[in-house]
């Protein structure tokens, strides 16, 4: 094909249903339109339109054409506003979803450096521990804790991976005393996170012989927030899972005893997803490589607010 105005031109005058409404859309003399439509003809070597005097229409090389040739035209302008912006600063709006408590202690923050950074950039970020549907909510990047089910129309990147610390008080420890091993649990009074989007018990998890192991107990407490969970845990209420940025201060001073340590995991994983699109906007792209150039870390966590704990080891 020697040129793609002619093909332009073709789609014009079948979405305007006539060669005089394309040429004054497209602003030329109906004449130039009419030999650009013929052009194209010679060179497919088939009728496009069936003609009248006061209108046209399509014939049925000129359905199919004009279906191919639609989505040509769409593809190239998208590519070429895609090669425009990856040239220029990233501008317009994100909607960021993450789990509440975690937006809270890290992805704020991060967030607002970008937005120093990149001044064109519109940001809405909504924190719930539900899973939300990317496509069905509007929400352009979300980032997810735990393994990720098998989805085509998502592209997946890590984040972190983070150690699950399983905590009582000290007083309840006093109480009820310390598990030994995991299917002590069942005897302790166990405090379940319920999971909005499915109504499920989000298991404890436990790095058991080379393997994640998972497990529901008959919960004294149930409930659908971390800070919640937190202020159970240490009222005594019962023992409960807390990812690393929430227990390890509290461990740190007391205020919490870690238990089963040597069944702790240390690769729960924190994924951030966005939609699986043929052009990726670059301001997505662009917060998500920000992001992921200086990830959270339990290193850093620990470092910087339990220095003293011992993170490694069953000490």
Known sequence: MRSLTNVATFVQVANAGSFAEASARLGISTSATSKAVQKLEEELGVKLFH????????????????????????????????????????????????????????????????????????????????QVDLAADGVDLAVRLGSLADSSNLIARKLMDDTIFTCASPGYIERRGRPDVISDLAQHCCIHYRVKSTGRFFPFIFHCHGETRRETFKPRLVVNSVDATVQAVERGIGIAQLPAFLALPLLQEGRLVEVLKTVRITDFPYNMVYLNRQMVSPRIRALVDFLAADPPSVENWHRTHAPNYPLNGNK
């Open 51 to 130: 003609r009248t005097t006061r209108s046209v229409s399509l014939t049925v090389e000129g359905e199919r054409f004009f279906e191919g040739a639609s989505q040509l035209l769409d593809d190239m302008d998208s590519l070429t506003t895609e090669i425009a912006d990856s040239t220029s600063e990233p501008r317009g709006k994100l909607v960021v979803s993450a789990p509440a408590v975690f937006g809270r202690v890290w992805l704020t923050e991060r967030v607002l450096t970008f937005m120093e950074k990149f001044n064109q950039v519109e940001i809405e970020l909504n924190f719930d521990d539900r």
